[in-house]
């Protein structure tokens, strides 16, 4: 009988915890008590990458001891230059660690070594002993280690898959016949970030040659007859130190631990420890994976009714619908008893539950029958280590409303309500496409009412018209997560929801612009519950997955329901936050009004004309063709230029254009937009290149693909401005993505001549702002001399040139402007002497000397920039001119990487927020005005600081000139704003 295969998985925690931290440095995950979990998120990931999809039989950890190594000894300089551990990752590895004991996982450990002379033992030890053995590392190092048995498992990271490499793999990787090798290559080519030496002048190509023909670097060292020229002289003088390098990036297999593999045995997690732990970090659903309680079925359970607050009715209290008397101007609806407000709680009669049985879920759940709600919520971080919440364990009482009675009887206690929650239920997430399933409503903590829709048209819209009253009725205030969609749905069946509006997800992305702002998520942060997901009632994406009118009405009842509930409590969460933090006054005034342009926006939709985008689709599939052919003259033969391997061979093996040519992790040349851009100046062939990227673009992301955009509806493309998505306070768009249109070459330019009016009486007219923040910039700083040439109508770039080439106005030539050009804009985002150098293609000494001559002509601005940093570090925060906050959590950081960046969005958050404040405020007054004169003409896009208007011909004076003031004094500031306005018969023209 065969012996099951022993797979043991060893994983250098350190290696893979800084391996998540720059996979997510540019969107890190934070959770609600401002922790970054972004490695523990991502070493979690890994790990469970491993267990499920290699499930070895054993599996250790091992970490770095934070003690000095033998290395040290050897070498005091080793690992001198590296820079400090970045916070967050000195912050995750004690919750590392704690992952893993909870995993029941054995760390290994050990003063005075590292984690791979730990898993170096140990696997040697380990294959000895019939074990198949993987070392789970991005590390090349561990490369010298890999013999039979024994290979490197390189995890799956940004989009590429798992590697295993075993001795084939490693020798083809450092072209090497030996894999002894790799530690002379080590020693040869040196580390600059543990600060192992090497020899200088040796990189991985030179050390290539020299094993190839030398085989060991103390086969070298006797050798140097053989070399030549500074080769010869580094080895000579560097020879000891080549040898040092080599001892230093040996892995050591003699560390004094014991290899018991019972010890390293798999075995099944902690669960109430690892649930605790993953409560804590808010990874819900890591949670659902690992530990796999939210499968558990749900338990019946009998009512537990609740008494309505002062003041108020439950709906279903009674034995007939009971209403209080009517408020005046109200009707009462037929057919119910004229009593008066109960004065005092009273528990609902048993009968209560009799009379709607047929409509009423029982309230639920719990594991005690005595089971009493607790309605006081507790700061998140008091809530860490509590059980989460669901639907199953919290008492509720969610209603179905299925007869014209139960809809007159909820219609009229809604319009009794000061606020009310309401959530739409649909056949898809596109609203313009999407059918009404269903609406629900929640005014009270715990209870909701479900009110189902027919799908023949005609019969949603009659049950729709009846709660007409409710969502016309400007008393009451309007909660909703993202409303716009819901009003979106409600304006195709004429209701216009009017009312102060309070949306969760604007609010959450108001005080925690960073974070996700999904309902799910907020409900498990601010609230410890754990809300139904969508895909337990219709499936998980694709073919298979039901719409949600397929799905049984009670389910439906209790998801529809609890979104209602849970995004009204939200609200009561979110609302003194926002007062707290000053932003009230930002959510009221901009963000909420802006919901309903938006709607109206989305619902409107633009024409698009397919015709000229079928020409533009046959000239790009000829230009192609063009700069193909091109492409291949210059290269001496035919290729595949999508592919960067056989591209990369062509630019610098067969052409020879850098000899300095990078190579990417897989050991293929880097050919990125970047290094294109750099070998322009070298060989014509990098232009053609980049030309036939941008063709292919074009024509695949935008010209090819707005046609399928079109809505068999109308014949138009709705866009969907995302309100919540920008940290700057900008709104972006999908579907189409209308902020990438490329704009810059003609090409580009030509996707906007698809944009047309939708009749003859329309015209296309196009408003943007001019240099608008260059004139916040001007403003905020104070700097005499930039207001005084916007406010004179100056060319604020040749004024630039002027004072940083010491040269009058007259006689600023075109090359100074483009230059200045490029600091006035990069200056805002913090641009540095090394990047203008690579964009102007001049020498670092110049452009450094271009900045200081700018600071020294706007000493203001230098001013603002130190003041807007300094203020950062105090609060860590930047916030806008009306209050928008755009927190700064490294700008205190020791890692200079992270603080630089955190420095560049501290002077540049204000700006770029503010711009984005300004036009919000400019399309709520210009939506407005339109409103109020009631104008045929219509605002149908937004695109950075651009509007674009469906005009209408008679109203093209009157639109012109108002939207002109508006935008320009939407926000009065000491420059004056201006805007350029430009009409024609598609966005092109206008433009």
Known sequence: MTKPQKKLFLLDALALIYRAHFAFSKSPRINSRGLNTSCVFGFTNALLEILQKEKPTHIGVAFDSSKKTFRHDTFVDYKANRQAMPEDISIAIPYVKRLVEAMNIPILILDGYEADDIIGTLAKRAARADFEVFMM???????????????????AFMGKAAEKLGVKEV??????????????????????????????????????????????????????????????????????????????????????????????????????????????????????????????????????PRPAPKGQMNLFDEETVLAPAALPGTEKPSGTADLPFIEEPQPARDASIAAFEKNARPAVVGNTPDIQPDWTETEPDERKHEPRRT??????????????????????????????????????????????????????????????????????????????SVFENPAIVKVG????????????????????????????????????????????????????????????????????RDVDVQKVVEYAGEDADITLQLKDIFMPMLEKNQLNKLFDEVEMPLVRVLSEMELGGVKVDENALNELSATLETDMRQVQSEI??????????????????VLFDKLKLDNKAKKTKTGQYATGEEVLTELEAD?????????????????????????????????????SFNQAVAATGRLSSTNPNLQNIPIRTPRGREIRKAFVPHSDEFLIMSADYSQIELRIMAAFSGDQTMLDAFNNGIDIHMQTASKVFKVPLDQVDSDMRRKAKMVNFGIIYGISAFGLARRLRIPRKEASEIIQEYFAGFPAIKQYMDKSIEKARECEYAETILGRRRYLRDINSRNMTDRSFAERNAINAPIQGSAADMIKIAMIKIDEFIRENRLKSRMILTVHDELVFDAHKDELDLLRENVAHLMANAIPLAVKMETGIGVGVNWLDAH
């Open 632 to 649: 291949f003259e210059l290269a001496g033969g035919p290729f595949n230029i999508g592919s960067p391997k056989q591209l990369g061979e």
């Open 137 to 155: 590392t991005p590390d090349k190092d561990y490369g010298q280690l890999v013999e039979d048995h024994i290979y490197v498992y390189r995890p």
């Open 391 to 468: 639907i199953y364990s919290v008492v509720h009482d969610y209603r179905l409303v299925d007869t014209p009675e139960l809809r007159e009887s909820l219609v009229y206690y809604l319009n009794q309500q000061e606020t009310i929650c309401f959530d739409s239920e649909t056949t898809s997430t596109d609203p313009v496409e999407a059918d009404l399933v269903g609406l629900s409503f929640a005014y009270r903590k715990g209870e909701a009412f479900y009110v189902p829709v027919p799908s023949d048209r005609e019969g949603a819209q009659a049950i729709v018209e009846e709660f007409r």
């Open 683 to 719: 060989h014509e062939i990098a232009r053609k290149i980049l030309d036939y990227r941008e063709l292919v673009k074009l024509k695949n992301t935008y010209v090819d693909a707005l046609p399928l955009l079109i809505s068999p509806r109308d014949g138009r493309i709705h866009t």
């Open 481 to 548: 997560q993202n409303l716009k969609y819901d009003m979106l749905m409600l304006k195709k069946y004429g209701i216009e929801v009017q009312g102060k509006l309070f949306d969760t997800m604007v609010a959450h992305y108001l005080i925690e612009p960073e974070q996700r702002h999904n309902m799910d998520i907020m409900a498990m942060t601010y609230l410890n519950y754990d809300p139904v997901s969508i895909e337990t009632l219709i499936g998980k994406k694709g073919p298979k997955q039901l719409s949600m």
């Open 171 to 304: 020798l083809d990787r450092w072209q090497i016949q030996e894999i002894s090798q790799v530690t002379d290559m080590l020693g040869l080519m040196g580390d600059s970030v543990d600060n192992i030496p090497g020899i200088p002048g040796v990189g991985e190509k030179t050390a290539q040659k020299l094993v190839a023909e030398f085989g060991t670097v103390e086969n070298l060292i006797a050798n140097t007859d053989k070399l030549k020229g500074k080769l010869k002289e580094n080895v000579v003088q560097f020879a000891q130190q080549g040898l040092l390098s080599k001892q230093l990036a040996t892995i050591h297999l003699d560390v004094p631990l014991d290899f018991n593999e019972n010890a390293l045995l798999y075995t099944d997690p902690d669960k109430p420890k690892l649930s605790a732990l993953l409560d804590e970090l808010e990874f819900r659903q890591l949670r659902r994976r690992l530990v796999g309680d939210d499968d558990a079925d749900p338990i019946p359970f009998p009512v537990v």
